[in-house]
């Protein structure tokens, strides 16, 4: 009976593939999870005294919709000093339930039924849903690990059809870690501005990358007006617990996605926004920190896995890799499975991501190195006994 009950694109809806490795991994033992994407840090002790502090100042009430005031100002000050895009707190920033919500709110805001989105794989796992949700439909771009899985202006414009409405673009990159340079995105923007298209602008990665300066789509000559701006505090700050982003746009698209969030959230919580203040206040030196340690994993993980055999492209950014697996004959899934079994190692297959990321697993290195040292050494392991059964 219950079955009439559930609406018909939802029964199609499946179930997000990272959550379950993660689910499974966790009722095992002895596991090294590799598969969520979550800094193995706590978050910076000044962020939760500050948390604390407003609790004690009897801050508990709702905040404005759009969050508070003085986080808004926060935000702005800390993009422009950073990419040098500056947004006006009082009506061009949302303080959200994580960058998910924004991403949710974006595409609720400007699709009608049936307008298309371009979208970048291998991508996120919540992008297609959320499109769809949403009553969109997206157009996929595959990336390929021989361009270093960058998004080319000429797949863009390749896609573009009379009901394409926006691109997502997600830099640095999950899975894959790919970062688009700032010629890329000179390329990409000529594109957009010639369609008259939107660009959400997926940035929750941007202060995790390692060799060069990160360029935002926002800050691109003419793009501002034309690009929604989501990022948030979870990955830099290791606060994925605390559920808070933002999105960042122009003003009169800004105050539609509002009028969504009033209805859906009210505002995001009150003692994370505290917190949130205080991590880009005070809390930079921490982040800068933490990437350092990310990069000397990275560097010891794509040498490990290149050592086993595994081509493996080097991320710019975010703390994933996506190795290749295809030398071993097994599909990511069939792959991961067996390797989770066998040696107790949680990784992702790549074709959760969409079908370009077949034949790829994702190996989060936010852990510790001793973690990574032993995950590398049972992958190894694993890849040996493969060898022998051929």
């Known amino acids: ?15 997000s593939g990272i959550r ?15 598969g969520v994407g979550e800094p193995d840090f706590t978050t910076p002790w000044s962020v939760i005294e500050a948390s604390y502090h407003s609790l004690e100042r009897g801050f508990t009430a709702y905040t404005p919709n759009a969050g508070l005031l003085t986080l808004r100002q926060s935000i702005s000050r800390f993009l422009d000093t950073r990419f040098q895009v500056r947004y006006q707190p009082e009506d061009e920033v949302i303080v959200t339930v994580g960058a998910s919500q924004s991403i949710d709110l974006a595409f609720r805001a400007i699709l009608n039924p049936g307008d298309e989105v371009i979208v970048m794989e291998p991508s996120f796992v919540s992008y297609i849903p959320t499109i769809t949700l949403a009553g969109g439909v997206p157009v996929i771009v595959d990336t390929y690990e021989k361009d270093a899985f960058k998004l080319s202006k000429e797949a863009v414009e390749a896609a573009i059809t009379e009901k394409t409405k926006a691109i997502l673009i997600c830099s640095p990159n999950n899975p894959t870690g790919a970062v688009l340079s700032r010629e890329d995105l000179i390329g990409i923007s000529d594109v957009i501005k010639g369609h008259d298209l939107l660009v959400i602008s997926d940035e929750i990665y941007a202060d995790l990358l390692y060799d060069d300066t990160y360029t935002s789509m926002a800050s691109m000559e003419g793009m501002k007006e034309r690009t929604l701006l989501v990022s948030g505090f979870s990955k830099a700050f290791a606060m994925t ?35 949130a203040i205080e991590a880009l206040e005070n809390g930079l030196s921490e982040v800068e920190m933490m990437k350092e340690s990310y ?14 055999g ?17 030398s071993t004959g097994l599909s990511s899934s069939d792959f991961a499975e ?10 992702v ?12 697993i994702r190996c989060s290195y936010a852990a510790s190195m001793k973690q990574l040292t032993e995950a590398m050494d049972r992958i190894s392991r694993f890849l040996d006994k493969l060898k022998a059964k051929e």
């Open 1 to 15: 009976m219950s079955e009439r009950f559930i609406a018909e694109h939802i029964k199609t809806l499946k179930p």
């Open 20 to 34: 379950r490795f993660f689910d499974l991994a966790q009722s095992m033992e002895g596991v090294i999870s590799l």
């Open 241 to 275: 617990g605390w559920r808070l982003g933002y999105v960042c746009g122009p003003k009169d698209l800004i105050a539609q996605m509002l009028k969504i969030h009033q209805y859906t959230i009210m505002s995001a919580p009150t003692m994370a926004q505290y917190g």
């Open 295 to 308: 990069k000397q994993r990275r560097n010891y993980v794509v040498k490990a896995l290149t050592r086993m």
């Open 310 to 326: 595994l081509s493996c492209h080097v991320p710019g950014g975010a703390f994933y890799v996506f190795p290749s697996i295809k």
């Open 338 to 347: 067996q390797l989770l079994m066998e040696e107790k190692v949680a990784v």
């Open 349 to 360: 297959p790549g074709s959760v991501f969409g079908d370009s990321g077949e034949g790829y």
